[in-house]
């Protein structure tokens, strides 16, 4: 069913939807946080959404669309896709209210996510785990909608699910007595953003909402800069909590009216985020989570002297993808770095590599060497990290006069896959 695209939340919905989670979604705190105020100079808040039972803000828009099902559709079941958060917010909606429900997932979602729902659900839940990206799952999922007569509960493109979403909004108004100068927000599909924009364009005008989306999939800047709802061809997938093609219409036609700015952050930014975080503060988010705090940076000098709320949307993260954390980490901050290295196929070449080559502080962190080689040099795939980006020319310098450089990997993504 096409949904009318003209459709804009009203203060009394968000207010219902507030009643009906109350007891459900927990009153998360905005938490005034130091580190990030001192850096920035600025007032800086934290909405934690992460604290929610399900960890993260869905299971506002979920139970608030479930909860508002006939008896026939209840009696049908419901299905939904999801990469995981929406999932969790479903289960445990399921479980609340006794409906049962199938949830597709696309298959590299993180298996700390995939128990996450099975335990929410319990027996009330089926999940079925298909396809590469998202895309594949909501597919899926809506295929087994209109064949079995199933309600589909959508992640993002509901009015019911829009109005749950943005009981936030309600929230961090009622928290603090100052003028919110900025919001930022992550985007995915476009649900957190188009309610909480909604109740802040209603109640607090002169808030500006920014919106971040992950470099990888800039669904929502690309459909405002191009003035029309944009499907991206490839996304990357690593910010799976935002990572989709396409946003939802109605989230489209509610943003590209009240967000002030769409911003996008690098996926190594995002992981740099995430891990001073937890090291410095000994929180803990996922990727998507990170998103607001890591758009900091590029406000810097507007938000100084301001008072700034950053959403966090969420902390459902696999712990088994800490290693390609801090290598994305790594990389970002130009201290990791992968070449093809010549050696001579003579003895002592190795050694003269790491003693006349290598700075005192370089750190080998990969090494592949192949023997299918010609007669005079073997290469090998070599990982190094740096102390300083700024010893990187001298040391492709160095590699040059003695004839151990082969090639630079980094700026090669078609090679550079099968080494991240």
Known sequence: MKLATTYAPTLAAIKNAATT??????????????????????????????????????IRGAYNKIASLTTTQIENEIVCASAGNHAQGV????????????????????????????MFGEEYVEVVMIGDAFDDAYHAAMEQSE?????????????????????????????TENLIDYIFVPVGGGGLSAGLSSVFKML??????????????????TSIQKERNTTLKNIENFVDGAAVKRVGELNYT?????????????E?????????????????VEPAGALSISALSQYKDQ??????????????????????????????????????????????????????????????THFEYTKKTNRE?????????????????ALITKMKLRNFYGDYLNDKPDLFQFLV
């Open 303 to 364: 938000i100084e002297g301001k008072n700034v709320v950053c959403v966090v949307s969420g902390s459902n993260n696999d712990i088994t993808r800490t290693a390609e954390i801090k290598e994305r980490a790594l990389l970002y901050a130009n201290l990791k770095h992968y070449f093809i290295i010549k050696f001579p196929q003579r003895a002592g070449a190795l050694r003269e590599f790491v003693v006349e080559i290598l700075g005192p502080t370089d750190d080998i």
């Open 254 to 266: 509610i943003c590209k009216e009240n967000l002030h700015n769409m911003i996008t952050v690098d």
């Open 91 to 118: 289960a445990l909606s399921c479980k609340l209210l006794q409906i049962k429900g199938t949830i597709f997932m696309p298959t590299p979602t993180p298996n700390q996510k995939i128990e996450q729902v099975k």
């Open 268 to 284: 190594g930014k995002v992981c740099q985020t995430i891990l001073d975080l937890y090291n410095k503060q000994a929180i803990v």
């Open 377 to 393: 040099n073997g290469a090998a795939v070599v990982g190094l990290q740096l102390k300083n980006a700024e010893d990187l020319e």
């Open 147 to 175: 064949r079995l007569n199933k309600t589909f509960i959508h992640p993002f493109n509901d009015e019911k699910v829009i109005e749950g979403q943005a009981t936030i909004g309600l929230e961090i108004l009622k928290q």
């Open 204 to 221: 607090s005008p002169n808030t500006k909402i920014i919106g971040v989306e992950p470099k990888g999939a800039p669904s929502m800047s």
């Open 21 to 58: 989670l109350k007891g459900i979604a927990s009153v998360t705190p905005l938490s005034y946080n130091e580190y990030y105020s001192k850096e920035y100079k600025c007032n800086i808040y934290l909405k934690r959404e992460d604290l929610q039972q399900v960890r993260s803000y869905k």
